[in-house]
Protein backbone atom coordinates (compact mmCIF):
# COMPACT_ATOMS: atom_id res chain seq x y z
CA UNK A 1 0.00 0.00 0.00
CA UNK A 2 1.33 3.38 -1.05
CA UNK A 3 1.31 5.69 2.09
CA UNK A 4 1.38 9.47 1.06
CA UNK A 5 0.22 12.31 2.17
CA UNK A 6 -2.07 14.85 0.26
CA UNK A 7 -2.90 18.79 0.24
CA UNK A 8 -5.04 19.43 2.49
CA UNK A 9 -7.83 22.30 2.40
CA UNK A 10 -10.81 22.26 4.39
CA UNK A 11 -14.24 22.33 2.62
CA UNK A 12 -16.65 25.00 4.41
CA UNK A 13 -19.18 23.35 7.38
CA UNK A 14 -22.63 24.87 7.05
CA UNK A 15 -23.28 25.62 10.77
CA UNK A 16 -27.02 26.29 9.88
CA UNK A 17 -27.34 23.01 8.41
CA UNK A 18 -29.14 20.58 11.20
CA UNK A 19 -26.67 17.41 9.92
CA UNK A 20 -24.03 17.57 12.85
CA UNK A 21 -20.72 19.10 12.35
CA UNK A 22 -18.70 15.43 12.51
CA UNK A 23 -21.47 14.06 10.19
CA UNK A 24 -20.38 16.97 7.47
CA UNK A 25 -16.75 16.29 7.94
CA UNK A 26 -17.25 12.85 7.33
CA UNK A 27 -19.58 13.37 4.37
CA UNK A 28 -17.21 15.27 3.06
CA UNK A 29 -14.28 12.77 3.09
CA UNK A 30 -16.47 9.89 2.46
CA UNK A 31 -17.17 11.93 -1.04
CA UNK A 32 -13.81 12.51 -1.83
CA UNK A 33 -13.05 8.92 -1.36
CA UNK A 34 -15.88 7.52 -3.48
CA UNK A 35 -15.19 9.62 -6.51
CA UNK A 36 -11.09 9.42 -5.92
CA UNK A 37 -9.86 12.54 -5.23
CA UNK A 38 -8.61 10.55 -2.67
CA UNK A 39 -7.24 7.09 -3.25
CA UNK A 40 -6.33 3.83 -1.47
CA UNK A 41 -3.01 4.66 0.79
CA UNK A 42 -3.58 8.53 1.07
CA UNK A 43 -3.55 10.23 4.77
CA UNK A 44 -6.02 12.06 5.70
CA UNK A 45 -5.37 14.92 7.76
CA UNK A 46 -4.86 14.45 11.84
CA UNK A 47 -7.36 14.67 14.41
CA UNK A 48 -5.75 18.13 15.46
CA UNK A 49 -5.59 19.47 12.02
CA UNK A 50 -9.02 19.12 11.27
CA UNK A 51 -9.86 20.44 14.50
CA UNK A 52 -7.69 23.46 14.05
CA UNK A 53 -9.20 23.58 9.90
CA UNK A 54 -13.11 23.24 10.61
CA UNK A 55 -12.97 24.85 14.08
CA UNK A 56 -14.39 22.40 15.82
CA UNK A 57 -13.45 19.80 19.13
CA UNK A 58 -10.81 17.17 18.79
CA UNK A 59 -14.17 14.87 19.52
CA UNK A 60 -15.59 16.18 17.02
CA UNK A 61 -12.55 15.26 14.59
CA UNK A 62 -12.34 12.06 16.53
CA UNK A 63 -15.69 10.78 15.81
CA UNK A 64 -15.82 12.10 11.64
CA UNK A 65 -12.73 9.94 11.22
CA UNK A 66 -14.28 6.91 13.32
CA UNK A 67 -17.40 7.13 11.16
CA UNK A 68 -15.45 6.60 7.78
CA UNK A 69 -13.59 3.70 9.54
CA UNK A 70 -16.47 1.71 10.72
CA UNK A 71 -17.76 2.72 6.68
CA UNK A 72 -14.62 0.18 5.93
CA UNK A 73 -13.33 3.36 4.23
CA UNK A 74 -9.74 4.16 6.02
CA UNK A 75 -7.77 2.29 8.48
CA UNK A 76 -6.47 3.84 11.42
CA UNK A 77 -3.31 3.19 13.13
CA UNK A 78 -1.64 4.81 15.84
CA UNK A 79 1.84 6.23 14.85
CA UNK A 80 0.82 6.30 11.51
CA UNK A 81 -2.98 8.11 11.19
CA UNK A 82 -5.80 7.62 9.28
CA UNK A 83 -5.08 6.28 5.72
CA UNK A 84 -7.86 5.48 3.15
CA UNK A 85 -8.20 1.82 2.55
CA UNK A 86 -11.15 1.75 0.17
CA UNK A 87 -10.33 0.75 -3.51
CA UNK A 88 -13.38 1.30 -6.04
CA UNK A 89 -14.05 -1.83 -8.12
CA UNK A 90 -16.86 -0.16 -10.33
CA UNK A 91 -17.83 2.80 -12.42
CA UNK A 92 -20.84 4.53 -11.78
CA UNK A 93 -24.00 2.99 -12.70
CA UNK A 94 -25.28 4.01 -16.24
CA UNK A 95 -28.82 3.57 -17.92
CA UNK A 96 -29.38 3.92 -21.41
CA UNK A 97 -32.91 4.66 -22.60
CA UNK A 98 -32.49 2.10 -25.86
CA UNK A 99 -32.60 -0.23 -23.05
CA UNK A 100 -34.45 1.04 -20.24
CA UNK A 101 -36.45 -1.58 -18.96
CA UNK A 102 -33.66 -4.13 -19.22
CA UNK A 103 -31.36 -1.72 -17.61
CA UNK A 104 -33.60 -1.32 -14.62
CA UNK A 105 -34.30 -4.93 -14.40
CA UNK A 106 -30.12 -5.65 -14.77
CA UNK A 107 -29.53 -2.87 -11.91
CA UNK A 108 -32.23 -4.41 -9.64
CA UNK A 109 -30.41 -7.97 -9.15
CA UNK A 110 -27.08 -6.19 -8.97
CA UNK A 111 -27.64 -4.02 -6.49
CA UNK A 112 -29.42 -4.70 -2.91
CA UNK A 113 -32.65 -2.87 -1.26
CA UNK A 114 -33.59 -1.74 2.35
CA UNK A 115 -37.12 -1.03 2.42
CA UNK A 116 -38.18 1.83 4.44
CA UNK A 117 -42.12 2.39 4.32
CA UNK A 118 -44.77 0.10 3.07
CA UNK A 119 -48.42 1.06 2.83
CA UNK A 120 -51.84 1.31 1.48
CA UNK A 121 -52.51 5.03 0.93
CA UNK A 122 -54.43 7.41 -0.72
CA UNK A 123 -52.20 8.96 -3.60
CA UNK A 124 -51.78 12.41 -4.08
CA UNK A 125 -54.20 13.41 -6.94
CA UNK A 126 -51.56 13.94 -9.62
CA UNK A 127 -50.39 10.32 -9.04
CA UNK A 128 -53.76 9.24 -9.30
CA UNK A 129 -54.54 10.64 -12.57
CA UNK A 130 -51.24 9.47 -13.73
CA UNK A 131 -52.21 5.99 -13.41
CA UNK A 132 -55.81 6.70 -14.29
CA UNK A 133 -57.23 5.53 -10.92
CA UNK A 134 -60.54 7.14 -9.48
CA UNK A 135 -60.19 9.79 -6.71
CA UNK A 136 -61.02 7.04 -3.87
CA UNK A 137 -58.57 4.49 -4.88
CA UNK A 138 -56.06 3.16 -2.79
CA UNK A 139 -51.99 2.28 -4.25
CA UNK A 140 -49.21 0.22 -2.48
CA UNK A 141 -46.63 3.16 -2.00
CA UNK A 142 -43.58 1.89 -0.96
CA UNK A 143 -40.57 3.50 -0.04
CA UNK A 144 -36.82 1.93 -0.95
CA UNK A 145 -33.27 2.71 -1.22
CA UNK A 146 -30.55 1.16 -3.41
CA UNK A 147 -27.21 0.03 -2.53
CA UNK A 148 -23.84 -0.63 -4.19
CA UNK A 149 -21.41 -2.46 -2.66
CA UNK A 150 -23.01 -1.18 1.03
CA UNK A 151 -23.16 2.37 -0.40
CA UNK A 152 -26.55 4.23 -0.90
CA UNK A 153 -27.10 5.35 -4.38
CA UNK A 154 -30.91 6.14 -4.87
CA UNK A 155 -34.14 6.51 -2.65
CA UNK A 156 -37.20 5.70 -4.55
CA UNK A 157 -40.83 5.80 -3.74
CA UNK A 158 -43.07 4.22 -5.59
CA UNK A 159 -46.86 3.78 -6.42
CA UNK A 160 -48.97 1.09 -7.68
CA UNK A 161 -52.79 0.45 -8.23
CA UNK A 162 -53.74 -1.71 -5.23
CA UNK A 163 -54.53 -4.98 -7.11
CA UNK A 164 -51.45 -5.26 -8.14
CA UNK A 165 -49.53 -4.01 -4.84
CA UNK A 166 -51.62 -7.12 -3.41
CA UNK A 167 -50.12 -9.69 -5.25
CA UNK A 168 -46.78 -9.76 -3.20
CA UNK A 169 -45.27 -8.51 0.57
CA UNK A 170 -43.14 -6.21 1.95
CA UNK A 171 -40.29 -8.76 2.01
CA UNK A 172 -40.93 -9.38 -1.24
CA UNK A 173 -39.25 -6.07 -2.50
CA UNK A 174 -36.17 -7.17 -0.43
CA UNK A 175 -35.72 -9.94 -2.71
CA UNK A 176 -37.11 -8.98 -6.21
CA UNK A 177 -36.93 -6.38 -8.39
CA UNK A 178 -40.14 -4.21 -8.30
CA UNK A 179 -40.97 -4.35 -12.15
CA UNK A 180 -40.14 -8.31 -12.24
CA UNK A 181 -42.76 -8.54 -9.08
CA UNK A 182 -45.19 -6.58 -11.60
CA UNK A 183 -44.98 -8.77 -14.36
CA UNK A 184 -45.35 -11.87 -12.71
CA UNK A 185 -48.65 -10.06 -11.63
CA UNK A 186 -49.27 -10.78 -15.00
CA UNK A 187 -48.38 -7.56 -16.52
CA UNK A 188 -46.21 -7.34 -19.33
CA UNK A 189 -43.69 -4.03 -19.08
CA UNK A 190 -44.27 -2.31 -22.77
CA UNK A 191 -43.09 0.90 -22.16
CA UNK A 192 -42.40 3.76 -20.02
CA UNK A 193 -42.48 7.65 -19.82
CA UNK A 194 -40.53 10.23 -17.76
CA UNK A 195 -39.22 13.15 -16.99
CA UNK A 196 -35.76 14.51 -15.25
CA UNK A 197 -35.03 17.23 -12.95
CA UNK A 198 -32.92 17.57 -10.12
CA UNK A 199 -33.89 18.47 -6.21
CA UNK A 200 -32.23 19.20 -3.14
CA UNK A 201 -32.23 16.39 -0.83
CA UNK A 202 -34.46 16.84 1.88
CA UNK A 203 -33.76 15.94 5.60
CA UNK A 204 -34.98 12.66 5.85
CA UNK A 205 -33.40 11.45 1.63
CA UNK A 206 -30.39 12.92 2.94
CA UNK A 207 -30.11 10.44 5.86
CA UNK A 208 -30.98 7.45 3.64
CA UNK A 209 -28.41 8.60 0.81
CA UNK A 210 -25.70 9.96 3.58
CA UNK A 211 -25.10 12.89 1.97
CA UNK A 212 -25.82 16.55 3.11
CA UNK A 213 -29.23 17.96 3.70
CA UNK A 214 -29.98 20.42 0.32
CA UNK A 215 -27.40 18.32 -1.66
CA UNK A 216 -28.14 18.05 -5.32
CA UNK A 217 -29.54 14.74 -6.26
CA UNK A 218 -30.95 13.79 -9.75
CA UNK A 219 -34.87 13.40 -9.54
CA UNK A 220 -36.49 11.06 -12.47
CA UNK A 221 -40.20 10.35 -12.56
CA UNK A 222 -41.58 7.71 -14.42
CA UNK A 223 -44.96 6.30 -15.52
CA UNK A 224 -44.77 2.62 -16.60
CA UNK A 225 -47.61 1.06 -18.79
CA UNK A 226 -47.82 -2.68 -19.19
CA UNK A 227 -48.77 -4.35 -22.82
CA UNK A 228 -52.54 -3.17 -23.02
CA UNK A 229 -51.31 0.92 -22.78
CA UNK A 230 -52.37 0.61 -18.46
CA UNK A 231 -50.60 2.54 -16.06
CA UNK A 232 -49.40 -0.16 -13.45
CA UNK A 233 -46.54 2.09 -11.50
CA UNK A 234 -45.64 5.58 -10.86
CA UNK A 235 -42.23 5.84 -9.29
CA UNK A 236 -40.15 8.58 -7.99
CA UNK A 237 -36.46 8.36 -7.76
CA UNK A 238 -33.69 10.35 -6.21
CA UNK A 239 -29.99 9.86 -7.43
CA UNK A 240 -26.72 10.75 -5.67
CA UNK A 241 -25.24 12.13 -9.16
CA UNK A 242 -21.79 10.68 -7.93
CA UNK A 243 -23.09 7.52 -8.34
CA UNK A 244 -25.72 7.05 -11.39
CA UNK A 245 -25.98 8.57 -14.32
CA UNK A 246 -28.53 8.59 -17.60
CA UNK A 247 -26.95 8.18 -20.92
CA UNK A 248 -29.31 9.22 -24.31
CA UNK A 249 -28.25 8.47 -27.71
CA UNK A 250 -29.74 10.33 -30.29
CA UNK A 251 -30.33 9.82 -34.37
CA UNK A 252 -31.00 12.55 -36.70
CA UNK A 253 -34.24 11.76 -39.02
CA UNK A 254 -36.17 13.60 -41.48
CA UNK A 255 -39.80 13.97 -41.46
CA UNK A 256 -42.06 14.11 -44.34
CA UNK A 257 -42.68 17.96 -44.40
CA UNK A 258 -38.58 18.20 -44.72
CA UNK A 259 -37.96 19.40 -40.97
CA UNK A 260 -34.97 17.82 -38.99
CA UNK A 261 -36.15 16.16 -35.82
CA UNK A 262 -34.38 14.29 -32.86
CA UNK A 263 -35.18 10.97 -31.93
CA UNK A 264 -33.43 9.26 -28.63
CA UNK A 265 -33.26 5.90 -29.22
Excluded: C
Aim: glycine share 6%; no cysteine.
Amino acid sequence: MVDSSVDFQADALDADNPTPLYYQIFLIYRQKILTGALKNGDRLPSEEELSDAYGVSRITAKRSMNELAARGLVSRTRGRGTLVSHISKAPSLASDFSGLVEDLIAIGTTTTVDVLGFEYVRPPEQIARQLNLAPDALTQRAERRRLRESVPFSHMTTHLPEKIGRTFERSDLSAKPILRLIEEAGHSIAEASQTISAEPAHPSVAQALEVPIGSALLKVTRVVLNQDGIPVQHIEVLYRPDMYHLEMHLRRSASEQGHMKWFSQ
